[in-house]
């Protein structure tokens, strides 16, 4: 039992633990609880703005989307980022499968985009520059070679070699950057991932050393084709247990996000390794995220069941780092919509509430062109007027999964995404499912416990 995780509970106990909605729980129910027609319409709608935006504030050359816009009025911004584009890639493929978009120009786009990415964006090691010019892939903000932002934009191009798998150059290159990134570079010295590296200064100080949005990272790693990472990686990184009005589950000071981002391409449904059973653990974690913003309700009014979520957005003073628990950042009544869209596969029914009351009681202010603005506050009437390429995305990719298992099923068809979870111990199980309450709980243990 490694970091202080979960010894095993009493079968009471763990219905205690998992006290969240009955609709969202595990991967079958899922499938088994789906939205209303009303609900299908109101995301049809959701997708389609979203994809917009990474089809309008993508330069159609270079495939590099815009890492933000403003959506009241025009902006010539040439900064995109890596992650953003990484998103673009994988917004393509549900742009086809929706028709949002014709296969031909789908295709297209990615084509264009991945023979830039293989032969003019810099790299180093085959991991590529945070930021980029849109029009020349020039490094942009003297940023860093970044470990986490490439894996997102690999998740996208391993997404679009699955679904475009029919178009042989699009497979190859997809195939020839993946395998190009140099993994064994990254982690010469330890199996703690470092967040990046500069041609000034060399690795930055910072390691991915605890649970977040990084697992991601550490799966690409390991499932390499030419320079994986070893095994051991998987089980270097903290997994640290918080508790909050009696939830127990693995998280970290970060903002809500981190429980989102891995398993935006990675399906961790009815699978579990020595440690955790990851999906389920988002699940809880959302779950009391929605109450820590319920509680905050004393200080702001306009959180509610109804209005919740905080995670990493703009606000009226710039961009902010918050959310909790444990408290994190100067929290001040904004609420940030990718936060609620975000957690659809977790909490379906009250993400899609949370979603349907941002649109309907907060209007044009909320709402844009390209979907929900990134934050607004209903307290000082503060509406932003922008909005950012990577929680657009999180909100559209999420928002798939949770109506269909799309990004989850085509990107889990790569054999080195296979591969990755099978050397990190991965292993398949069925949850089950109490009559009383519709709550899953693992078999395997004969406890019930998510983490041990």
């Not at 042989?168 to 570079?185: F, G, H, N, Q």
């Not at 905080?310 to 909790?324: E, K, L, Q, R, V």
């Not at 649109?359 to 607004?376: E, I, L």
């Not at 950012?388 to 068809?413: C, K, L, P, S, Y």
Request: aromatic content about 14%; glycine content about 8%.
């Amino acid at each position: 039992m490694a970091g202080g995780l979960y010894a095993s509970f009493a079968q009471r106990d763990m219905l205690s633990l998992l006290a969240v909605e009955p609709a969202a729980q595990g991967a079958k129910l899922i499938q088994q609880i789906p939205f209303s027609p009303d609900d299908e319409a109101f995301l049809e709608d959701l997708e389609q703005a979203n994809f917009l935006f990474f089809w309008e504030q993508a330069n159609p050359d270079t495939g590099m989307v815009r890492d933000r816009c403003n959506v009241r009025a025009p902006d010539s911004s040439v900064l995109s980022s890596i992650a953003a584009t990484g998103f673009g890639l994988t917004a393509l493929c549900i742009g086809d499968k929706r028709g949002f978009v014709h296969l031909n120009e789908a295709r297209a786009r990615a084509l264009n985009t991945l023979r830039f990415i293989w032969t003019k964006l810099p790299e180093h090691r085959g991991f590529f520059y945070h930021w980029a010019n849109i029009n020349s892939g020039e490094r942009l903000w003297e940023s860093e070679v970044s470990s986490i932002d490439t894996a997102i934009l690999l998740c996208g191009v391993l997404a679009c070699r699955e679904h475009f798998r029919q178009y042989p150059e699009i497979a190859d290159l997809a195939y020839k950057i993946y395998s190009r990134v140099d993994w064994t570079w990254l982690s010469e010295d330890t199996p703690l991932l470092p967040h990046g590296w500069t041609p000034e200064n060399g690795f930055l100080p910072y390691r991915w050393d605890d649970y977040s949005e990084m697992m991601m990272m550490y799966l690409l790693g390991l499932g390499s084709p030419t320079h994986p990472l070893n095994p051991q990686a998987w089980d270097a990184w903290k997994r640290t247990t918080f508790e909050y009005d009696g939830i127990r589950y693995i998280g970290s000071f970060a903002p809500l996000f981190i429980h989102q981002y891995s398993q935006a391409w990675f399906d961790f449904r009815g699978k579990r390794d020595r440690y955790a059973d990851y999906f389920q653990n988002s699940i809880l974690a959302t779950d009391v995220h929605r109450r820590f913003c319920l509680q905050l309700a004393k200080q702001f009014p306009d959180y509610s069941d109804d209005l919740w979520g905080i995670t990493a957005s703009d606000s009226m003073h710039g961009y902010a780092i918050w959310g909790g628990p444990p408290l994190t950042g100067p929290i001040d009544g904004t609420v940030v919509p990718c936060a609620a869209a975000g957690s659809l596969p977790f909490l379906p029914q009250a993400a899609m509430r949370v979603l349907k009351t941002m649109k309907n009681q907060y209007g044009a202010g909320a709402w844009s062109r390209y979907g929900f603005v990134d934050a607004f506050n209903p307290l000082k009437n503060w509406y932003d007027t922008d909005v950012i390429g990577i929680d657009q995305g999180i909100t559209m990719v999420m928002a798939e999964n949770a109506r269909t298992g799309f990004v989850w099923d085509t990107f889990m068809r790569n054999p080195e995404t296979q591969r990755a979870m099978e050397r990190a111990g991965f292993h398949s199980y069925q949850p089950s499912v109490t009559q009383e309450t519709g709550l899953s709980l693992p078999e395997d243990s004969g406890t019930g416990s998510i983490v041990r």
